[in-house]
């Protein structure tokens, strides 16, 4: 019988990856419990060992990319009964639980975020086609939305899941929209409020099932992957009921190729709870007999090209910001960010734009590709 050691390394010679080996995606064994444990615990284990140091590489970005192309995150699942029931039998994503992913994730110190993301604090994909720069490719995204909602001067919008408010003020500034923000961070509601304060917006600290007013168009922009498989309907009768007769949704959301009813393990314990990626037929079944699809827009490698640039700039501000946390949050992260850079690469996730109106455009819906 083959030892854990060799089973894990016949796994990885699958995907072209050498243990010892001189390539940057090859990686090297600090603590030889990785191999049992890994075995035993897939990737909530896999995670967790990198973050304490018992495995590095130099390239997780491309480490990640060849084994999700191998599939070898197939053949090494763990443990996942638990988590399997606990998503089955609870709502994870209850009023309740709301404010979970709020308190763990976005209320991190603000300084983090400022240093990491571009200069509007978009936490979300960017659209680099005709992009140089983290900003440019941000400002292209946040103009692609604003085009494909047809915004004008004096229209009202909804944005749920606002974040720091970065859309809802680029809206307002190059559109003249007014708009409400909702996010179940405090935060991002605090410091959304003050960037916001000279303009005609209102930000809430609020679930977005509380809402009951009418908007010409409804926005949410790297939201939907907090909101559940048992949401995804409620989610969908909330935007409905908020949309003025001829008005859009707009739905930006990372996707998954499967459907699945919960999300990876160490993703859920460490960075974002009780998240899970929504696929196609769950996003078109939730919204059937609600709306009308009027375009689909998948632009996922470039979340690769912004994760990347993520990444460079939380390694370029450690120094000035690592007195708030410790070697292995800064492990933490950065696997985080790469991990999520090589399954964007490996087309494992999806970024999607998706376009639903509420009786579909009289004369058909003017599809934008910058």
Known sequence: MATAEQTVKQLLALADIQIGGNRPFDIKINDPKFYSHVLAGGSLALGESYMDGWWDCRALDEFFHKIIRAKLDKKVKGRMTLQVLKAKILNLQSKAKAYEVGEHHYDLDNDLYRRMLDKRMTYSCGYWKNAKTLDDAQ??????????????????VLDIGCGWGSFIRYAAE??????????????????????CKSLPIEIRLADYRTLNETFDHVVSVGMFEHVGYKNYREFMKVAHRCLKPHGLLLLHTIGGNTSKHFGDPWVDRYIFPNGMLPSVRQIADSSEGLFVLEDWHNFSVDYDTTLLQWHKNFVNAWGEIKHAYNKRFYRMWTYYLLSFAGSFRARKNQLWQVVLSKDGVEGGYDRIRP
Do not use: F, W
């Open 174 to 195: 190059k559109y003249g929209v007014t708009s409400v923000g909702v996010t179940v961070s405090k935060e991002q509601a605090a410091l959304a409020k003050d960037t």
């Open 139 to 156: 400002e292209a995204k946040l103009d692609l939305i604003c085009r494909k909602l047809g915004l004008k001067p004096g229209m009202k």
